[in-house]
């Protein structure tokens, strides 16, 4: 079955503490991004990737790291989490020749 | 870069048709989506929209006009599993990877 998956599903975690949200998707797709979503702000990109070693910032990148050494995963780092990154995180693949964006189920975090 | 308007909210009775507006303002397009989100869910596929005209999908049509920077979702014979949020997201030239996505509209289907 195709889809992405992103985990852990719920993360709460205190200011400062390292962490990373894992997302792997089996569609063998080139561009793989990172949204969070704030409520009346909609979706805003944090990071995005076309290919093996090679990613872009997004609008919203501050305070974020992301790796792209495997087509398959694309993980999200917060190296020092602060309470404003608060929110709901989305990972989504697609294809370089275009189509729909395949959404992982997301990651609520909180940062106390 | 894009600018996108959705209403914030609308409702609409179970078996009746609502209509919810996307309007953009882009530097350049190359397509739009529509994706639907229930709350705290991934957003799920509806319609892609290239070129201009109608597009029918059982329950749900899409509609795009190039020209005029508008697009729609129709949503017919609502049903209460239809009530959530409906995102539009354009997409720039040069693929999705600078997609936008709309604020979303938050649809309430009542009995």
């Known amino acids: 079955e195709a889809q992405v998956t992103q985990n852990p599903r719920y993360l709460i975690t205190v200011t400062g503490k390292k962490l990373t949200v894992t997302c792997s998707q089996n569609m063998n797709h080139e561009y793989m991004s990172w949204y969070r979503q704030d409520p009346g702000l909609g979706l805003r990109q944090i990071y995005y990737?076309?290919?093996?070693?090679?990613?872009d910032k997004g609008d919203v990148p501050e305070g974020y790291k992301v790796s792209r050494k495997e087509k398959r995963n694309f993980p999200l780092i917060l190296e020092s989490p602060s309470p404003n990154q608060t929110s709901l995180y989305f990972c989504a693949s697609g294809s370089r020749t275009g189509g729909k964006l395949f959404f992982g189920s997301g990651t609520q975090l909180s940062v106390l | 870069g894009q600018n996108i308007d959705q209403p914030t909210e609308m409702t609409a009775t179970e078996g009746a048709i609502v209509q919810i507006n996307c309007t953009y303002q882009?530097?350049?397009?190359?397509?739009l989506f529509w994706y639907q989100q229930h709350a705290g869910e991934a957003p799920t596929f509806l319609s892609y929209?290239?070129?201009?005209g109608l597009e029918e999908k059982g329950r749900f049509s899409s509609f795009l006009s190039r020209s005029k920077g508008y697009s729609y979702l129709l949503l017919k014979e609502l049903q209460m599993k239809d009530s959530a949020s409906y995102l539009c997201?354009?997409?720039?030239?040069?693929?999705?990877?600078?997609?936008?996505f709309g604020t979303g509209t938050k649809l309430q289907v009542i009995p």
């Open positions: 997201a354009v997409i720039p030239p040069g693929g999705y990877q600078k997609v936008t």
């Open positions: 929209n290239v070129l201009d």
């Open positions: 882009t530097s350049g397009f190359n397509g």
């Open positions: 990737s076309m290919n093996v070693e090679v990613t």
